[in-house]
């Protein structure tokens, strides 16, 4: 009879210290002290990430400044015809609204699932209004320098110099969180293609450069690289092209945005049960069942797309490619050898003739060239940042690096999460490890990056969703105690467990919590239906998710599964348990896009 409260009595332990991010009073104290005067912090861009860095500095009691470049909010979701990186008129997002979502502010009920890039800038506009956060941002503003000043060792303080309409400002900040992104400047790999510079006749583009198809009319084109804009690119110019030919290296798995039932895919598969099993199953047979699940929609092998062996899982969302290549719109090629006049060859022999455009896919990189020179070496590789976001030799933790992160869900919501994080180590709320233990963390996570045969260079290796969201929610205190939940709340811990993993279920308890957390989570799939109910039928048949889940997977199955879950995974149920590293590889079924 004792046995339960004892059990209630050690959860709610666990809580407790996970909800003040796992320090105790002397560092809780020291921490204030180094942290006391943090007061001003400076953010670069007003994107999505910037907006949350604002909304979250603001409540912790800081005072932010948000620089902005361009006129207007948005980042690279705000569509212009030419002039900056910015999305193509007809991109879509690859995440589902419920799962990118603010953590505390969901999107309308009306808002379809899966939306261009005019409905997420009108989301972010009623984010900003919300919460009145324009009122923070310095539009047509460009930040020149952020340089430590010479008692940065006890202050922790930046000199930041920008210029708006010519004229040049100095000012002093306590600190500074970077949220210009990881598309500041276009990859273009001309080496890597002998022929494209000094002989090649045709026209050769990047993607950051296309807007739209209207110039490829009657033409034959040819796209290098198979990532989400690569596929986009190919299928929507096939459209109006007379032929478009779509070259990868290693080839990729393509996934829809639908499941088998019509839900977003992204909300079926991102569940904290799917990462259970994950986690629990081995490693050769998750691959073998992924490999079986993304073949359900049509063979790789046969529409030569099936990835070479990597040890990075390449993948990417597209409800359209697989039928333009079974129409013979789009011809998939291996990578190019050489450009000739008009041709190109490539490495299995074949070669193209009559070429007119070259398309780049080729992805982006980061730079930083405001950061000084010592603060700029430390930022060249997000694997050399503290979970991606704190250079580690700083003497103060006072400059953090958001959206450097690749994952298997929403980017947004992971950079939030950052956010939330980062404004409770400037305030002194949550505490880091010393600078050397934080270099021997980053790393050790580099000595595991080379052992899986990964370079801590390569830019696409993903993290898994799940894993990356926990993990940082411990830092902040506000990971879900799964247990706790079931006795306290059933219903809500079956939508937590079994359902989707949004982002609002880190609002449920510790700091920042939300009173509209609870009803958000459990309306989710009213919110998914609503935009796709616009013809009124009669349907009795029409279940929760909880029990279409069930019906789905079987109750016997889950029962079974849950068993072992909590006999082998003591750490799901005791989130005060601090966990090891996060495999980088080791990912789910999606790969978000924002």
């Known amino acids: 009879m004792t046995t ?11 809580a407790s210290s996970e909800h003040h991010g796992g320090r105790d009073q002397r560092g809780e104290e020291k921490q204030n002290s180094l942290h006391s005067m943090v007061q001003r912090v400076a953010i ?4 999505s990430s910037g907006l949350a860095s604002i909304k979250c500095c603001l409540d912790e009691g800081l005072e932010p400044t948000c620089f902005e470049q361009s006129h207007d909010i948005g980042g690279l979701w705000r569509f212009t015809e030419a002039g900056r990186i910015s999305v193509y008129r007809s991109v879509i997002t690859n995440t589902s609204k419920e799962m990118m979502c603010f953590s505390d502010f969901p999107f309308p009920e009306d808002f379809p699932n899966y939306m261009n890039h005019s409905r997420l800038l009108e989301y972010f506009r009623m984010y900003a209004e919300h919460f009145s956060l324009l009122r923070y941002i310095r539009f047509k503003t460009t930040v020149h320098s952020v340089r430590k000043r010479p008692d940065f060792s006890t202050t922790g303080q930046w000199d930041v110099v920008t210029e708006t309409d010519g004229t040049v400002e100095s000012a002093i900040f306590d600190a500074v969180m970077v949220c210009s992104g990881h598309y500041a400047e276009p990859h273009l790999p001309l080496d890597s293609f002998p022929g494209i510079e000094n002989r090649f006749r045709g026209q050769y583009l990047h993607s950051w450069e296309y807007k739209d198809s209207a110039s490829f009319q009657g033409k034959r084109v040819l796209v290098l690289g198979v990532g989400n804009s690569g596929g986009d690119i190919a299928a929507e110019i096939s459209r109006v092209a007379a032929q478009v030919f779509l070259s990868t290296r290693s080839g990729t798995w393509v996934i829809s945005r639908i499941s088998d039932h019509g839900f977003p895919l992204d909300m079926m598969l991102t569940t904290r049960f799917h990462n259970c099993l994950e986690n629990f199953l081995p490693l050769a047979l998750m691959r073998l069942l992924r490999m079986k699940k993304f073949n359900t929609w049509f063979d790789h092998a046969n529409y030569g797309l099936i990835p070479q062996k990597s040890p990075n899982l390449s993948l990417i969302v597209n409800d359209e490619l697989p039928s333009c ?4 719109a789009v011809v998939v090629k291996p990578n190019v050898k050489e450009f000739t006049e008009s041709s190109a060859v490539f490495e299995d022999g074949t070669v193209e003739e009559n070429i007119d455009v070259v398309v780049f896919a080729t992805g982006y990189t980061f730079s930083f060239p405001f950061l000084e020179e010592s603060v700029r ?3 060249r590789s997000k694997y050399a940042l503290y979970k991606y976001i704190f250079p580690p030799a700083l003497e103060k933790p006072t400059l953090v690096v958001l959206g450097l992160i690749q994952l298997s869900g929403s980017i947004m919501a992971g950079t939030e999460l950052q956010a939330r994080w980062a404004t409770r180590v400037f305030k002194g709320l949550n505490q880091l490890p010393t600078a050397s233990r934080l270099m021997a963390e980053v790393a050790k996570k580099q000595q595991h990056l080379i052992k899986q045969g990964l370079s801590n260079k390569q830019s696409k290796i993903i993290s898994s969703y799940i894993g ?4 940082i929610a411990s830092c902040v205190g506000v990971k879900p105690n799964i247990l706790l939940l079931f006795l306290k709340d059933p219903k809500l811990a079956l939508e937590v467990f079994f359902g989707p993993c949004t982002p609002c279920q880190y609002r449920l308890a510790g700091p920042g ?7 958000t989570i459990l309306t989710q799939w009213h ?14 048949s029409n279940h929760s998710s909880v029990f279409h889940l069930l019906t789905i997977l079987g109750l016997p199955a889950l029962l079974c599964a849950g068993l072992f879950i909590c006999k082998y995974s003591p750490q799901l149920w005791f989130p005060g348990v601090r966990l090891g590293a996060i495999p980088i590889c080791k990912m789910g079924f999606m790969k978000g896009g924002l």
């Open 377 to 379: 070496n430390i930022c």
């Open 468 to 471: 990356y969201m926990d993990e």
């Open 527 to 540: 919110r998914t239906l609503k935009p796709l109910r616009t013809r009124v039928i009669d349907d009795s």
């Open 513 to 519: 919590k939300w009173v509209g957390a609870r009803n």
């Open 44 to 47: 670069i861009g007003a994107g």
């Open 325 to 328: 290549i079974l129409c013979g």
């Open 4 to 14: 339960i409260p004892f059990l209630v009595s050690r959860l709610v332990s666990a």
